[in-house]
């Protein structure tokens, strides 16, 4: 009987995270899986751990843990495992220095496409004043603005645009990094390689030309090997929706440059990709 609790959804951005990181260092943990398109995490029993009705959350005996990247580095630090963070200076500030772009200026952008081409139209199939109370009962306000923005198609252009833009950017500096070393941001498998990957697995999926064999090699280097290991395999089988079968893009040996258009649809704005 384990005496840690995960709190999650898919294996899959800020949930995957410490999923991924308690697989890594072999800690055995209960899975309460939480279902963010039925509203689960605002429910009464998850707001007695949470208050703030945010996935993930984590219990450890009597302590309460929430913020992704954050535990992610207690996980880390307090068990036993392969270590997920070296011990030279100069490579845990690139480490964090990367969960830090990625967290507050890269994984937003990514979250807005997600939201608005999976979250908003699965969110939709329910009747719109049951979706009405749901959002009313969201605990944070600018998580209500969130579910709005997604349930009414209320992204404006602009931001849309800004989101994009990032996105672009974001791939050129990971595939620039990439080409110095193995992994991410240090000469060992990290934290910042868990962090991205939960961001990027889906890249040659949902960017075909942003992201493929021939513009990005390293990038797909980089999350090949990450897909290879038995972690991950473990991690991603505790995924019930098929939006987390995307990861599967992983087993071809080579993705050719496709136009924009074979993109997001084709990667999560897919009704049908919902069947559980
Ligand atoms: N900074 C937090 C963000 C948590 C967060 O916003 N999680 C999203 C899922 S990725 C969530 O709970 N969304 C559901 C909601 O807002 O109702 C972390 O990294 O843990």
Known sequence: MSDVTLYHWEPNANSGKPMLALMEKGVKFESQYLDMLNFDQHKPD???VNPQGTIPAMTHGDNVLVESTAIMEYVDEAFP????MPADPRDRLRIRWWMKFMDQWLGPSFSMFGWKYFVGPAARQKGEAE????????PLPERQIAWRKA???LFSDEEMAESGRRIGVGIKMLEAELVKRDWLASDQYSLADINGFNLAYALPLSQPHLSNDELTPNIMRWLRKIYARQAVKDCWALGRTDMVKRVEILEQDYIPPKPESEGIAKGI???ENLAR
């Open 269 to 271: 704005g897919d009704k």
């Open 81 to 84: 495992g392969p270590s997920l």
């Open 151 to 153: 349930v009414y198609g």
């Open 131 to 138: 979706l009405e109370a749901a959002i009313n009962r969201i």
């Open 46 to 48: 998850y707001l007695a």
